[in-house]
Nanobody, 112 residues
Framework: QVQVVESGGGLVQPGGSLRLSCAAS????????FSWYRQAPGKERELVAV????????NYADSVKGRFTISRDNAKNMVYLQMNSLKPEDTAVYYC?????WGQGTQVTVSS
């Protein structure tokens, strides 16, 4: 089945960390770039981070630069988003995206 599935969201206090995971299946993982998006209530979906398939460096939204790190494991068909120093404004549903695929999203809530 061709799909991407996110996991790892949850409730965390400000300043805390979470690692989101995206499991991909049904296509040649190593040939494709991946991205993480997020959508907060009442706001448009926004791009958070992008990782290319091979050559090139990841890119980040200015709002997360220096706090979030996107990575991939081609052996496991997994993409990760390590989120540190989380802020309340990071609260959103986070989505993994590749090709034409979107996951169901995973909720991240940053609150004390």
């Amino acid at each position: 089945q061709v799909q991407v599935v996110e996991s790892g969201g949850g409730l965390v206090q400000p300043g805390g960390s979470l690692r989101l995971s995206c499991a991909a299946s049904g296509f040649t993982f190593s040939l494709h770039g991946f991205s993480w998006y997020r959508q907060a209530p009442g706001k448009e979906r926004e791009l958070v981070a992008v990782i290319p398939s091979a050559i090139g460096s990841p890119n980040y939204a200015d709002s997360v630069k220096g706090r979030f790190t996107i990575s991939r494991d081609n052996a496991k068909n997994m993409v990760y988003l390590q989120m540190n120093s989380l802020k309340p404004e990071d609260t959103a549903v986070y989505y993994c995206h590749a090709l034409y695929l979107w996951g169901q999203g995973t909720q991240v809530t940053v609150s004390s």
